[in-house]
């Protein structure tokens, strides 16, 4: 699924898709949004990255798939 979601991501989006790869690195999932949180800020993510999944409406994530599509809805 996660090269399903790198096809349909353009752009700017696909640049910001990389952005996020990294900072998911080491999630272990499922992962509340709460633990995702605290693993993007001590991963050093952007304040624009941790604010953006903060946005998002789910509180559990079962895999990096799920986290991209939540960011990236097509």
């Given at each position: 699924?996660?090269?399903?979601?790198?096809?349909?991501?353009?752009?700017?989006?696909?640049?910001?898709?990389?952005?996020?790869?990294?900072?998911?690195?080491?999630?272990?999932?499922?992962?509340?949004?709460?633990?995702?949180?605290?693993?993007?800020?001590?991963?050093?993510?952007?304040?624009?990255?941790?604010?953006?999944?903060?946005?998002?409406?789910?509180?559990?994530?079962?895999?990096?798939?799920?986290?991209?599509?939540?960011?990236?809805p097509s």
């Amino acid at each position: 699924m996660f090269d399903k979601i790198k096809e349909s991501v353009t752009g700017s989006n696909a640049d910001a898709l990389g952005g996020y790869t990294k900072y998911l690195e080491g999630v272990e999932f499922p992962i509340s949004k709460d633990a995702l949180l605290d693993h993007l800020q001590s991963s050093g993510a952007t304040e624009a990255v941790i604010e953006h999944v903060r946005s998002l409406s789910r509180d559990r994530f079962s895999s990096a798939d799920e986290v991209f599509a939540s960011l990236f809805p097509s």
